[in-house]
C-alpha cells in the first residue's frame, strides 16, 4: 500500500475531522493507514485541551487567590453572623454563598432599585468597595430594631432620614467586623464615604473594570436577604500577593500589633483570684464538735516551709508568708510548674 494519500483522500480525512466523526465514518483504507493514524491522534488531543477564555473578561485573580478569598470571608460571615444576633436580639445565620470574578457593569445591573449601597473606603487601600445591603433584609432589620417582630415591606421603597441612621450603624458594625477579619491580610480602616439608593449613581469603577463579589446570605426567623461586597481589582491590586494561600497561611500565624494590643487590654481587665495554703489538718467530726476557743491545730507543714500560690486554684508560684504594716501577706520567690514544688505536701 503507498505511503502517499491521493487528493481524493485527503480531502476525505479532512471532512471527517470537520464533522466530527473519525471513529464512526467509513473511510478509505488509505485513510485508515499508519500515515494518517498520527493526524487524527493529534487532532483529538488538541480538542482536548481546548478551553474557552473570553478576552473581554480575563481572569485577573488567580484560583488559589479565590480560595484564600473565600476562607476569609467564610470567618466574616460567622464573626458577623454573631454580631447580628446580638444586635438584632434574634437568631441570625450568615453563610457564604459565592465569590465571583465579574466585571462591574455586571454588578450593578444585579442590583435592584431602590437598593441599601454604601460606598467604603479600606485606608491604607486606594479606591472605593461597595457594601449592598437587599431591601427586604433592611426593612426586616429596621422593623425587629423599632420593636417588631420582623416583617419585611410591601413595597420596594426609599428610606426615610431615621431608616437610614439605623441602617448606618449596622454597617458600621457589619465593617468593624470586616476589619478584624482581614487582619490575616494587614491592618485596614473602613471607612463609609457614601450612600445610594439608585446603582446607576454609584460609579467606583470602569463598567469594563474586573470585580470580586462577595454574596453572602442572611437568614432569620421571618425573612432572608443577600447582602453584597463589591471590591473593584484596582482596591486589591496592591495586596493580590497576600492572597495566596501560603502568604495567608503564613500571616495567621502572626499575631500584628493590633491584636495584640486588643489581647493585652482584654487580659489587663480580668480579674484573678489569688490565694495560698498555709497547710491542712485532717481531724474527726467528734473533735470537730469538741473544738473551743483556744484549741490548736497542727498543720503537715512546718511554720517555715514554703507555701504554694495558687491562681484560680492553679498552682502556679511559690513564697514565704510575712507582714505588711498589720496585714497578713505572702512573698512570691518562683514561679514553679507543679510537679517542681520542692516544700513538703
Not at 74 to 97: D, K, Q
Not at 300 to 313: E, F
Amino acid at each position: 500500500m503507498s505511503d502517499i494519500l491521493s487528493q481524493e483522500e485527503v480531502d476525505a480525512l479532512l471532512s471527517a475531522v470537520s464533522a466530527g466523526d473519525l471513529g464512526g465514518r467509513a473511510e478509505p483504507a488509505a485513510a485508515r493507514s499508519d500515515a494518517a493514524a498520527p493526524v487524527a491522534a493529534t487532532v483529538a488531543d488538541s480538542e482536548r485541551s481546548v478551553q474557552i477564555y473570553d478576552f473581554r473578561r480575563p481572569d485577573r485573580v488567580s484560583k488559589d487567590q479565590m480560595r484564600t478569598l473565600q476562607n476569609l470571608h467564610e470567618g466574616y460571615a460567622r464573626l458577623f453572623s454573631t454580631t447580628m444576633t446580638s444586635y438584632l436580639r434574634t437568631l441570625v445565620e450568615i453563610e457564604l454563598v459565592s465569590v465571583d470574578q465579574l466585571t462591574y457593569s455586571e454588578f450593578i445591573m444585579s442590583i435592584s432599585n431602590p437598593s441599601c449601597i454604601y460606598v467604603f473606603q479600606m485606608e491604607p487601600l486606594e479606591g472605593n468597595a461597595i457594601f449592598e445591603i437587599n431591601p427586604s433584609l433592611v426593612f426586616y432589620m429596621i422593623d425587629r430594631l423599632f420593636g417588631g417582630q420582623g416583617k419585611t415591606s410591601e413595597q420596594n421603597r426609599e428610606l426615610t432620614t431615621i431608616e437610614e441612621s439605623v441602617m448606618v450603624k449596622i454597617t458600621e458594625r457589619a465593617l468593624s467586623d470586616l476589619k478584624d477579619v482581614w487582619e490575616h491580610i494587614g491592618i485596614f480602616n473602613p471607612k463609609i464615604v457614601n450612600y445610594e439608593t439608585n446603582p446607576q449613581f454609584v460609579q467606583v469603577a470602569p463598567p469594563g473594570e474586573t470585580v470580586i463579589l462577595i454574596s453572602l446570605e442572611v437568614r432569620m426567623a421571618n425573612g432572608s436577604g443577600l447582602i453584597s461586597l463589591c471590591f473593584p481589582f484596582m482596591v486589591l491590586e496592591s495586596i493580590i500577593g497576600k492572597l495566596s494561600g501560603e502568604s495567608w497561611m503564613t500571616a495567621q500565624r502572626v499575631s500584628t500589633r493590633e491584636t495584640e494590643k486588643v489581647v493585652k487590654k482584654e487580659i489587663e481587665s480580668r480579674s484573678i483570684a489569688v490565694s495560698a495554703e498555709v497547710g491542712t489538718v485532717t481531724i474527726s467530726v467528734r473533735d470537730l464538735l469538741q473544738m473551743k476557743k483556744g484549741d490548736v491545730l497542727c498543720l503537715d507543714r512546718r511554720a517555715d516551709s514554703k507555701l504554694g500560690i495558687k491562681l484560680n486554684g492553679q498552682l502556679k508560684m511559690e513564697g514565704k508568708p510575712g507582714l505588711v504594716g498589720r496585714k497578713k501577706a505572702i512573698q512570691v520567690t518562683s514561679f514553679i510548674n507543679k510537679e517542681e514544688m520542692t516544700y513538703e505536701q
